[in-house]
Nanobody
Framework: QVQLVESGGGLVQAGGSLRLSCAAS????????MAWYRQAPGKQRELVAR???????NYADSLKGRFTISRDNAKNTVYLQMNMLQPEDTGVYYC?????????WGKGTLVTVSS
């Protein structure tokens, strides 16, 4: 049974930082693309960042320079370091594992940025 469990969300003031983690189990982690998505209140889910099995990364254009995705294949964990957070970064952040036509999702972790 595949599980993706996000953690690290919470309340932070504008300008602050958070580090999200997503622990994966039940899958061959090192063979999956891992991604972070977010969904702000009243908006569609959007891609934040993605990392390939080999560590190649890409980001939403608006987030480049503030967010960093990384992975530790030995720990089956993907991270999202978020710096200089702004109120518009508020939302539920989801972890996803993707390989070919298969994808798995976590339940999300809430990030709230106060002004």
């Amino acid at each position: 049974q595949v599980q993706l469990v996000e953690s690290g969300g919470g309340l932070v003031q504008a300008g602050g930082s958070l580090r999200l983690s997503c622990a994966a189990s039940g899958l061959t982690f090192g063979s999956y693309y891992m991604a972070w998505y977010r969904q702000a209140p009243g908006k569609q889910r959007e891609l934040v960042a993605r990392i390939s099995p080999g560590g190649y990364t890409n980001y939403a254009d608006s987030l480049k320079g503030r967010f960093t995705i990384s992975r530790d294949n030995a720990k089956n964990t993907v991270y999202l370091q978020m710096n200089m957070l702004q109120p518009e970064d508020t939302g539920v952040y989801y972890c996803a594992a993707v390989r070919v036509a298969t994808e798995y999702w976590g339940k999300g972790t809430l990030v709230t940025v106060s002004s």
